[in-house]
């Protein structure tokens, strides 16, 4: 997820650090919250104030022989808490040693809950899933899982909205989730049945204001799923996801080591959503992300990453082959997908949300709008005035 940090006390921002604009319908203003354009350069903008951020990032890892749970190492990091500040950084590893220290099955996990990074110098995210894992053996099974949770007390005031309005007044927000990322499933070997392997991601934004009931306006969820033809299938795509064409990249043979592999990538995929909120009061935008991976034994290995360097599944590699293969996969990976989503920063919050094939139009990362808002308004009139001037 990607959020900017804060340049002012009263301040509330994209992503990628800007605002944008949108005109004021007869007697009605809309309040956008979203990345600015080249064409909205020009517009005049106005803040809204952050009165407070929390968050947590949680971590997990499983090690199974069969059905029965051997080993997990878990961690969480909250703020405040554990940390004053941001960042809250969760890992969770472990791996399957012999008794003369080869390792056989690696599994490991990152979550990290972060102060928005400058899109010009970073990765543009705040929120930040790496699980990967992988068994060479015919026992160990993993279950591998991350969560990042931030909430966000926010309040926009009639000087942040435009002159006519009022405190008490209800206006629309617009916001975008921006999601960067790839969910992967790989075999060491042809013909392999990959029943019982997945990995998923889900996201969701909750708004809260006193006086009026929770919301959630926008949520979606999906999974990439083994089948035992040693295939994958897109699973339960659902709420924002339904509707989005998710292709399934196939890079057989391109690495001899690992002959199947899967991707599901998420480059740019842009999901505008909207809410109204009451001028003057404060209200909260909570936003929640988790991802999982289940793999099975037997060369099996399953990815999951949204707003990171893909690293978990190669360190994994790395650990159990004893070779490049995981460096190698990533590269080939990060042809078709920026899985930090600074390559998407720059998006417009309404432009169309196209597939992993065109990347150049197209995220966390995960970048979240959602949770730090830019308003930027301006009437006809006054653009009018500005001009005279």
């Known amino acids: 997820m990607a959020i900017v940090k804060d340049r002012s006390p009263r301040h509330l921002l994209a992503p990628d650090g800007k605002g944008s604009l949108m005109n004021a319908t007869p007697r009605r203003w809309i309040v956008s919250v979203c990345a600015a354009s080249l064409f909205l350069a020009a517009a005049i903008p106005a803040y809204a104030e952050v009165l407070s951020?929390?968050?947590?990032?949680?971590?997990?890892?499983?090690?199974?022989?069969?059905?029965?749970?051997?080993q997990t190492d878990l961690n969480q990091e909250l703020v405040p808490g554990t940390k004053a500040l941001p960042p809250a950084i969760a890992?969770?590893?472990?791996?399957?040693?012999?008794?003369?220290?080869?390792?056989?099955?690696?599994?490991?996990?990152?979550a990290i809950f972060d102060q928005p990074a400058d899109p010009t110098a970073g990765p543009p995210n705040d929120a930040g899933l790496d699980l990967g894992a992988f068994s060479d053996d015919e026992f160990t099974g993993w279950f591998v899982e991350g969560n990042v949770n931030e909430?966000?007390?926010?309040?926009?005031?009639?000087?942040?909205?435009?002159?006519?309005?009022?405190?008490?007044?209800?206006?629309?927000?617009?916001?975008?989730i921006l999601l960067s990322g790839v969910l992967l499933i790989t075999s060491a070997k042809t013909g392999t049945d990959l029943s019982g392997v997945r990995t998923n991601f889900a996201f969701s934004v909750t708004l809260r204001q006193e006086g009026r009931d929770a919301t959630t306006p926008i949520a979606g969820e999906v999974t990439l799923v083994g089948t035992a033809n040693g295939d994958a299938q897109v699973q339960n795509a659902g709420g924002a996801l339904a509707s989005i064409f998710l292709p399934i990249v196939d890079f057989t043979d391109q690495l001899p080591e690992l002959p199947v592999v899967r991707a599901l990538p998420f480059a740019g995929v842009n999901l505008p959503f909207d809410y109204e909120i009451i001028v003057g009061q404060p209200f909260e935008l909570e936003l929640t992300v988790r991802s999982q991976v289940f793999t099975t034994p037997g060369g099996v290995g399953a990815a999951a990453v949204f707003g990171t360097p893909q690293e978990g599944l190669g360190s994994v590699l790395t650990r159990v082959k004893g070779d490049d293969r995981g460096v190698q996969l990533a590269d080939m990976v990060s042809k078709k997908v920026d899985t930090t989503g600074k390559a998407y920063a720059n998006t417009p919050v309404d432009a169309p949300s196209f597939t992993t094939y065109f990347p150049a139009c197209g995220l966390l990362g995960f970048e979240s709008t959602g949770l730090l808002t830019a308003v930027m308004l301006v009437s006809a009139s006054r653009r009018r005035r500005n001009r005279r001037r």
């Not at 890892?61 to 749970?69: E, K, L, R, S």
């Not at 890992?91 to 990152?110: C, E, N, P, V, Y």
């Not at 309040?155 to 009022?166: H, K, Q, V, Y």
């Open 53 to 70: 951020v929390k968050g947590s990032a949680k971590s997990s890892v499983v090690q199974f022989a069969g059905v029965f749970p051997i």
């Open 91 to 110: 890992r969770a590893k472990l791996d399957r040693l012999l008794t003369d220290g080869t390792i056989t099955a690696s599994g490991q996990a990152l």
């Open 151 to 176: 909430v966000r007390t926010l309040r926009l005031t009639p000087g942040d909205i435009s002159p006519e309005a009022i405190n008490g007044s209800v206006q629309k927000v617009r916001n975008r």
